[in-house]
């Protein structure tokens, strides 16, 4: 069964002798740890430099440690293994009228001749939406569908001199980023609460 790979970023540095960590606090979905999907032909170590890189600008961030691995599975969910076409009807001669990036988490609705219809639904604000803000309901292949994912957790540390929060336009949003306390920790957004609570003690 293919699976998808992830990895996660806790990113630390020592500032007037505590041990901050960096999260990002996304407009919509909560404080969050840098994290993001291995490109195809990618390793995971290269993936997680990339993606604290994009997510939140540091150039010299270095790994300290893999803290663990996960393999993850949420039923009822599926996960794209590269870009996928998404299609009217279970067929490739159908409209083809969206696409979906690798990556992207979508609900499984009902399997056909070898594709799968799905849902990729966004909410106003994550995990308590109020409505749905943006939807994407077709037939994609299933053999472009991953059910598992396999994710690394990584301990990162910089020496970069940078604010205590700043700002960083990624995906169509204003996130910002911000060192708080290892010890005044806020609510962090589902699942990455649970790693945290898993791997968090490492970093001490």
């Not at 505590?18 to 290269?46: K, M, N």
């Not at 599926?78 to 159908?94: E, G, I």
């Not at 970069?160 to 957004?189: C, F, G, K, R, S």
Request: aromatic content about 12%.
């Amino acid at each position: 069964m293919p699976t998808l790979d992830k990895v996660t970023a806790f990113i630390t540095r020592r500032h007037a002798n505590i041990t901050q960590i960096l999260l990002l606090r996304h407009p919509y979905a909560g404080c969050q740890f840098p994290a993001g999907t291995v490109e195809e032909g990618e390793s995971f170590e290269a993936a997680v430099l990339r993606e604290v890189y994009e997510e939140t600008g540091l150039e010299r961030a270095v790994i300290t440690a893999q803290l663990g691995e996960l393999i993850e599975q949420f039923p009822g969910r599926a996960f794209t293994l590269c870009a996928v076409t998404v299609y009217a009807r279970p067929d490739t001669t159908s409209f083809d009228w969206a696409t979906l990036p690798r990556g992207a988490g979508v609900d499984v609705l009902r399997k056909q001749d070898g594709f799968v219809h799905v849902s990729f639904v966004e909410g106003d604000i994550y995990p308590n939406p109020s409505y749905t803000t943006y939807q994407i309901t077709g037939w994609v292949r299933e053999d472009c569908l991953a059910t598992l994912l396999c994710r690394r957790i990584y301990h990162m540390s910089t020496e970069e001199d940078t604010p205590i929060t700043w700002q960083l336009y990624m995906d169509q949003h204003n996130y910002t980023l911000l060192w708080v306390d290892v010890t005044a920790m806020p609510e962090i957004v589902q699942p990455q609460h649970q790693y945290w609570q898993r791997f968090g003690a490492q970093l001490s």
